[in-house]
């Protein structure tokens, strides 16, 4: 059955979201207060990039519309989907004003069945929620926390086919239209209280960020003991009580949800009177992790100040051009303040993003990033990389040291055209 939708928050999640609904085939609005970003999804480009959204965009024009207008967004919708940002507060408490603001413009809107919080937000923000609503006159509507699980580049087919949707409610009524929202989705719908809900996606990148810190970590003991992570990983991978995903060692996890929710799961185990340690570990690994490396850097350069390094690889993953916490920009900002000079290369990180550092030279190709530099720095692996001509590279560097933070290329063939190679777990080699 179509049902008529309003998503708040034109964000990857929301866009992400509101585009997969209308491919089902309900009839979506879209409400951003960002004018600029409306102004461009009217005219058909897309503020974000992610694969085959601006195509599902297109295709689904029909039923998919975008307004400044919160009142236009709600006067027709059944439902509600939240899906507007809740960034960290100094505090590593999630800001939920933008979720309550959502909430406030719905006062009136009687015709309503359910509310649907897809924000991240701490446990307990259902039930804060359900008393805005019954303060705005709105108790008859339904409440549902549908957090999601998509990762940035693969987020339209994480929607349509993914590992589960999970749906947080307090009654069958809304479990029933949630789940037949989701019809055509590929994947288990796993209904359940609110608050198990909202933990599940909580607890969910504390696992995934766990995995990459405890990797990282052993890592470390692999540089300290001349053992290799690669093979070490892939090995402890196989083990399917383990699993092989999210067990690559680099200089640390980075994006818009791993380190925000990893701080709002450990302020919200403060809060509840539990400190979480393991997590609180995690936590401090994944800091510590791209300064122990630039410390490993450092050292082999012989200091490095008036050295010029040239960091490949500025967004906090390939396939993206988010620079949201990408360790690129805490590695940056170190060596600039060593005095180094940097110099840089990404294919699609938003200009805005690297232009705050004046000091910071964007080159169009690795190869003129390398140019000159002391060491070239792998810092995202980005599939270009691995194509790159290492042994003109190695003619046009100052000196050739590469440094590849994420394990990307083959240390024998690095070595065998000349370069130091220093990478991530394994032992370094010298041609
Ligand atoms: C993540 C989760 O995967 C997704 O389920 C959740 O909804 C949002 O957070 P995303 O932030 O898009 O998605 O990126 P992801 O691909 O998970 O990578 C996160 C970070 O971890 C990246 O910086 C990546 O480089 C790092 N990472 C990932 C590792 O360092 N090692 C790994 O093995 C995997």
């Known amino acids: 059955m179509t049902r008529k939708v309003a998503v708040f928050g034109a964000g990857y999640i929301g866009l992400v979201t509101g585009a997969c609904f209308a491919e089902l085939g309900h009839a979506v609005?879209?409400?951003?207060?960002?004018?600029?970003?409306?102004?461009?999804?009217r005219a058909g480009d897309v503020p974000i990039f992610e694969p085959g959204l601006g195509d599902m965009i297109a295709r689904n024009q029909d039923r998919l519309s975008f307004t400044l207008d919160a009142d236009e967004a709600v006067a027709e919708a059944e439902v509600v989907y939240v899906c507007v940002d809740t960034p960290p507060m100094p505090s590593g408490d999630a800001d939920l004003s933008r979720?309550?603001?959502?909430?406030?413009?719905?006062?009136?809107?009687?015709?309503?069945?359910?509310?649907?919080?897809?924000s991240t937000v701490p446990v307990g923000t259902g039930e804060r929620v359900r008393a805005a609503l019954d303060a705005a006159g709105l108790?008859?509507?339904?409440?549902?926390?549908n957090p999601e699980f998509t990762a940035e580049g693969k987020a339209v087919g994480d929607f349509m086919h993914p590992d589960r949707v999970v749906v947080g409610v307090w009654e069958d009524a809304t479990a029933k239209l949630i789940t037949e929202l989701h019809e055509g989705v590929d994947g288990p719908v796993l209904v359940m209280d609110v608050a198990s809900a909202e933990m599940t996606k909580l607890g969910a990148n504390a696992a995934l960020a766990t995995k990459i810190s405890l990797t990282n970590e052993l890592a470390t003991v692999c540089e300290a003991t001349g053992a290799d992570i690669e093979q070490v990983a892939r090995a402890i991978g196989m083990d399917p009580r383990i699993g092989s995903h999210f067990m690559k060692a680099g200089l640390g996890y980075g994006g818009s949800c791993f380190p925000k929710d990893?701080?709002?799961?450990?302020?919200?185990?403060?809060?509840?009177?539990?400190p979480f340690q393991?997590?609180?570990?995690?936590?401090?690994v994944n800091d510590l992790q791209s300064r122990r490396h630039i410390q490993r850097l450092k050292a082999e350069l012989g200091g490095l100040r008036d050295r010029t390094v040239a960091l490949l690889g500025m967004t906090f993953k390939p396939g993206t051009d988010d620079m949201r916490e990408a360790p690129s920009t805490i590695i940056a900002s170190r060596l600039l303040a060593e005095g180094a000079t940097v110099r840089c290369w990404d294919p699609l990180a938003e200009p805005g993003a690297i232009e705050p550092w004046t000091s910071v030279s964007r080159h169009a190709t690795p190869l003129e990033a390398v140019s000159g530099a002391d060491a070239a720095l792998i810092v995202t692996e980005w599939p270009e990389l691995a194509g790159v001509s290492w042994g003109q590279a190695r003619t046009?560097?100052?000196?050739p040291l590469i440094f590849d933070g994420r394990n990307l290329l083959d240390p024998q063939t690095m070595k065998g055209l000349g370069f130091t190679y220093m990478s991530v777990g394994r032992p370094t080699v010298s041609g």
Not at 29 to 41: F, G, K
Not at 103 to 116: D, F, P, Q, R, W
Not at 262 to 274: C, F, P, V
Not at 396 to 399: E, F, I
Request: aromatic letters at 4%.
């Open 139 to 145: 108790e008859h509507v339904g409440y549902a926390s």
């Open 396 to 399: 046009v560097m100052r000196r």
């Open 262 to 274: 990893s701080r709002a799961l450990r302020a919200l185990a403060t809060n509840s009177g539990h």
């Open 29 to 41: 609005v879209v409400r951003d207060i960002v004018p600029e970003r409306i102004q461009m999804l």
């Open 99 to 118: 979720v309550f603001a959502v909430i406030e413009a719905l006062k009136g809107a009687s015709h309503l069945t359910a509310v649907v919080v897809k």
């Open 278 to 284: 393991l997590l609180t570990a995690v936590i401090e």
